[in-house]
């Protein structure tokens, strides 16, 4: 077996398990620059590596043994579960570059689980100036990667997502027009994650203007363990109004989103671009998210009596075309 076909099985082998190229490094006692030859194909493991490599990753995915690194990539990929074409190839639908996946996959965070949930993005209108819009929906781990979904009023917003030390980046799109968007989010560090602040950039208004402005996503609730559960948990929640009145926003939170900058703004100790740091402004929005998510659980059916049956409280209601909002709102 060539070194690349060994590579693509490896890379495989970690997104399914979760895991990143510099923990399985640290669980093998190797340097991380040797995992990351290995999974670039520029050099295969030597017979003892490989042999430890098998070892370690039959503790994780019971029954590997170093027969199968000569399997089929498809035949390799479902002794981890992943039978579509798009999860063999390591391929999602923004896509990125094999030297940006190189990049990636060499830095991101172990921990994905920590990010699933069901989530609220809030970010100002573009099509209605001063005014905000907010999606609700969920991040959830599909095929080993970090995937999310949110929308509002029957738009639907989502891609994958990649944490790496302390930052999601992720590349998405809309259900209608298909344009791609970019996020760059700050993880807030806690021992739960339950805030994320950055910027989005998308080609927002009609036509197709780069625009760049602030983002705030809050945890509004944890997820079931149950797919079904969580998959209509996260129906119902983007059924919920997309335009939020000024005053349903916290001052705080409205100041966050739409924070001055540029030369006046800098000579005042402000940013001269728009930037994301972080500010003593997050800590007063988490709390709040906390409130938000006792809110929505009085607002919403427990999840103990949802179910996908069509006609039941989570079968999605009829919506009418509309002008495109979601996350370019």
Avoid at 274 to 289: G, H, K, V
Wanted: aromatic share 6%; charged share 20%.
């Amino acid at each position: 077996m060539m070194s690349d076909d060994f590579a693509r099985r490896l890379t495989l082998a970690l997104k399914a398990l979760s895991m990143s190229r510099g923990r399985l490094a640290s669980e093998m006692g190797v340097d991380k620059s040797l995992v990351g030859r290995w999974a670039s194909g520029s050099v295969r493991p030597s017979a003892h590596n490989l042999e430890r490599l098998t070892r370690f990753l039959a503790s994780k995915k019971p029954g590997l043994t170093l027969l199968d690194w000569d399997l089929s990539l498809p035949d390799f990929a479902a002794l981890f579960g992943i039978t579509s074409a798009v999860e063999v190839n390591g391929r999602s639908g923004a896509g990125l570059s094999g030297a940006l996946q190189e990049m990636v996959g060499n830095a991101v965070d172990a921990d994905l689980g920590a990010y699933e949930g069901f989530w609220r993005a809030t970010q100002p209108s573009v099509f209605q100036p001063g005014s905000f819009c907010q999606q609700h929906g969920m991040i959830r781990i599909k095929g080993g990667a970090l995937q999310f979904e949110i929308g509002a009023d029957g738009i639907r917003y989502g891609g994958s997502m990649s944490p790496v030390e302390g930052q999601i980046f992720a590349i998405a799109s809309d259900s209608v027009r298909q344009v791609p968007s970019f996020l760059i989010l700050n993880v807030v560090p806690m021992p739960k994650i339950v805030l994320m602040d950055g910027l989005l950039i998308a080609a927002s208004s009609s036509l197709r203007i780069p625009t760049a402005y602030s983002i705030i996503f809050e945890r509004v609730g944890d997820l079931s363990g149950d797919r079904a559960v969580d998959d209509a948990y996260a129906t119902n929640l983007m059924q919920r109004p997309e335009f939020v009145a000024n005053d349903e926003l916290a001052e705080v939170v409205r100041q966050h989103l739409l924070r001055d900058f540029g030369p006046k703004a800098a000579s005042e100790g402000g940013e001269m671009m728009l930037s994301a740091p972080l500010t003593p402004r997050l800590a007063q929005i988490m709390a709040l998210s906390r409130v938000a998510e006792e809110s929505l659980k009085k607002d919403l059916p427990p999840m103990s009596l949802l179910s996908s049956t069509p006609g039941s409280a989570l079968a999605p209601r009829e919506t009418q075309p509309r002008r495109i909002q979601a996350i370019n709102g």
